[in-house]
Structures are given as structure tokens and as C-alpha cells.
């Protein structure tokens, strides 16, 4: 079946360190890879993706994600966290040669100033 | 543009009620979706369309549920007849073939079935 995980409920993190939300994916071929960031009360917006190429994509706001195709992984990182960084991150994949875009639970980012 | 507009914003209804939820996506996009959020399954893709036809609806949950899409501008999520377990937020999300993956989403609808 094809999924997406995101092991992680809540990541706390102190402003100004590096943060880490983690993102694994279950797909047949090779997926198109996101993540989006909710804010309270709002829809889902983008925040970057992998088609093919450089393993290490740089998105808005500073964030970037790197994959590592071996560990089927697709972590989200940012340098130095804000706390206006805090929300709920979701990862998601679009499987090979469909054009769903299927989505993990969610980590919810608290960034302690 | 506007982005992808959905109403209402707020829908409270009692048990057995038919509710519906509307969406406007983005003009000229090619895909429209229909995502249901709730604290216990996170974020559900109940159907989507190309070109105004369904593509997969086998996140429908059951047949109480329908959507439609009678042209490019705008479709409907009616759930008949509604009970509590159906209260979630509903998101509707539009984009292109071009943009695979770049979705941008409504605000949601925020549906309590009491």
C-alpha cells in the first residue's frame, strides 16, 4: 500500500537551533515528494518538493528537505528555527504516474523562544 | 486570483441532515480535491477530479457521501444523510498537471454534526 509516515506527533525545539521533522514514504517507483505547513485556522500551503535531481531541496522560509532514496526518507530541516516556524508540517508523496497526493498524519513544530 | 474559495466556513447541523460544502478552485487549474482532516486520521483524500470527471473517489467513506463537479468552477461535497463521526474540517485543494503536487487549498470547512 502505498503511505506515508511521519513518526513524530509533536518536535519542541529552542529558537535558533536546528530542527529536524522526519518523513518516511512506502511507494512503488519513484514518488514526487512534498511538504506543506498548516497554521491554525488556515488550508495547507506549499512549502517545496522533489521531482528528480539534487537530493537537497531548498524551499520558502528557509527550509529544505533532503532525500535519501536508500531510506525511502525525506526529512524537512531548517538551520535555525523561528517561532513563528511553529505549526503543523505535513509530508506527502504523488505516487509514479498518478496524480494523487497522499498525506502523512502530521508533526506538530513548537519552537520555544 | 482569489485562490480556491470554499463555504461555508462554519456548518453545524443536526443528525440525519443533508449537508453540503461548496468549492471554487483556482481558474484554469485542471485538478480539483477534496480532503477531510480530523485529530484521529489527520488528513484524508476522499476524491478527486481531472477535467471535471472523478478520477478515484475510493476515500469516499461510505455512500452517504457524493461529490460533483458540474463544471470547471465549481463542486460539491454533499454528505446525506450526516452523522456526528462526519464532523472534521473539509478542505478543497485545486491545481495542474503541470504543477503535480503544488496544490494550493481552500481555508476549509469546519463541519460539527451534532
Same mark, same amino acid.
Given at each position: ?34 511538504? !506543506? ?10 512549502? =517545496?518538493?522533489?521531482? $528528480? &535531481?539534487?537530493? /537537497? ?31 503543523? !508540517? ?10 494523487? =497526493?497522499?498525506?502523512? $498524519? &502530521?508533526?506538530? /513544530?513548537?519552537?520555544?523562544? | ?114
Amino acid at each position: 500500500a502505498q503511505s506515508v509516515a511521519q513518526p513524530e506527533d509533536q518536535v519542541n525545539v529552542a529558537e535558533g537551533n536546528p530542527l529536524t521533522v522526519k518523513c518516511t514514504y512506502s511507494v512503488s517507483g519513484n514518488p514526487y515528494l512534498f511538504w !506543506y505547513v498548516q497554521y491554525p485556522n488556515r488550508g495547507l500551503q506549499f512549502l =517545496l518538493k522533489y521531482i $528528480t &535531481g539534487d537530493n /537537497l531541496v531548498k524551499g520558502s522560509y528557509g527550509f529544505e528537505a533532503e532525500f535519501n532514496k536508500s531510506q525511502t526518507s525525506f526529512h524537512l530541516k531548517k538551520p535555525s528555527a523561528l517561532v513563528s516556524d511553529s505549526a503543523l !508540517y505535513f509530508c506527502a508523496v504523488s505516487p509514479y504516474n498518478t496524480d494523487k =497526493l497522499i498525506f502523512g $498524519t &502530521g508533526t506538530r /513544530l513548537q519552537v520555544f523562544p | 486570483d482569489a485562490g480556491v474559495i470554499q463555504s461555508p466556513r462554519h456548518e453545524v447541523t443536526e443528525m440525519g441532515q443533508e449537508v453540503t460544502l461548496r468549492c471554487k478552485p483556482i481558474s484554469g487549474h485542471d485538478y480539483l480535491f477534496w480532503y477531510r482532516q480530523t485529530m484521529m486520521r489527520g488528513l484524508e483524500l476522499l476524491i478527486y477530479f481531472n477535467n471535471n470527471v472523478p478520477i478515484d473517489d475510493s476515500g469516499m467513506p461510505e455512500d452517504r457521501f457524493s461529490a460533483k463537479m458540474p463544471n470547471a468552477s465549481f463542486s460539491t461535497l454533499k454528505i446525506q444523510p450526516s452523522e456526528p463521526r462526519d464532523s472534521a474540517v473539509y478542505f478543497c485543494a485545486s491545481t495542474n498537471k503541470t504543477d503535480q503536487g503544488f496544490a494550493f487549498f481552500g481555508q476549509g470547512t469546519r463541519l460539527t454534526v451534532v
